[in-house]
């Protein structure tokens, strides 16, 4: 259930031309080589199963939050990427077998922030979106 939601995301941001090689899903490994920008990472927790009737133990509705870090080389790609992002969630209600999603929301973001523990330096943009689940 979860794994299916998380590939939804991910599919649909791997749709649009920009994004399609840029998108890494989950913390990138410490011991690979450096990824240099620009690239999208999204982290999509386990979700919050929410059993909703007493007589029930099976989760009846699982709300998910996605976090984004858009990144490049500088401030003007960073937006670029999450403008991109953006336009591919909003509005947009996944298909998940066996689940009704609700369209993606944006939750909020934060200014453009300098990274200079890498090198070289790049710039990001988080942002973060909510995905509401009901079992159909």
Same mark, same amino acid.
């Not at 259930?1 to 599919?11: G, K, P, T």
């Not at 591919?88 to 934060?110: C, E, K, N």
């Given at each position: 259930?979860? +794994?299916?939601?998380?590939?939804?995301?991910?599919?649909?941001?791997?749709?649009?031309?920009?994004?399609a090689a840029v998108v890494v899903d989950g913390a990138m490994?410490?011991?690979?080589?450096?990824?240099?920008?620009? !690239?999208?990472?999204? !982290?999509?927790? %386990?979700?919050?199963?929410?059993?909703?009737?007493? @007589?029930?133990?099976?989760? %009846?509705?699982?709300?998910?939050?996605?976090?984004?870090? @858009?990144?490049?080389?500088?401030?003007?790609?960073? +937006?670029?990427?999450?403008?991109?992002?953006?336009?591919?969630?909003?509005?947009?209600?996944?298909?998940?077998?066996?689940?009704?999603?609700?369209?993606?929301?944006?939750? +909020?973001?934060?200014?453009?922030?300098?990274?200079? @523990?890498? %090198?070289?330096?790049?710039q990001y943009i988080t942002d973060v979106f909510k995905l509401? %689940?009901?079992?159909?």
């Open positions: 259930m979860i +794994r299916a939601h998380v590939d939804a995301l991910l599919a649909r941001l791997r749709a649009n031309a920009a994004l490994d410490a011991a690979a080589p450096a990824l240099l920008p620009p !690239y999208v990472v999204v !982290y999509v927790d %386990s979700g919050v199963r929410v059993v909703e009737r007493e @007589s029930s133990e099976q989760p %009846s509705r699982a709300d998910f939050r996605i976090t984004t870090h @858009s990144v490049g080389v500088d401030a003007n790609q960073a +937006r670029f990427f999450a403008e991109k992002v953006m336009d591919q969630f909003l509005g947009w209600r996944p298909v998940v077998t066996g689940w009704a999603p609700q369209a993606v929301a944006h939750s +909020r973001s934060q200014p453009v922030t300098a990274d200079t @523990s890498i %090198s070289p330096a790049s509401a %689940s009901r079992k159909a």
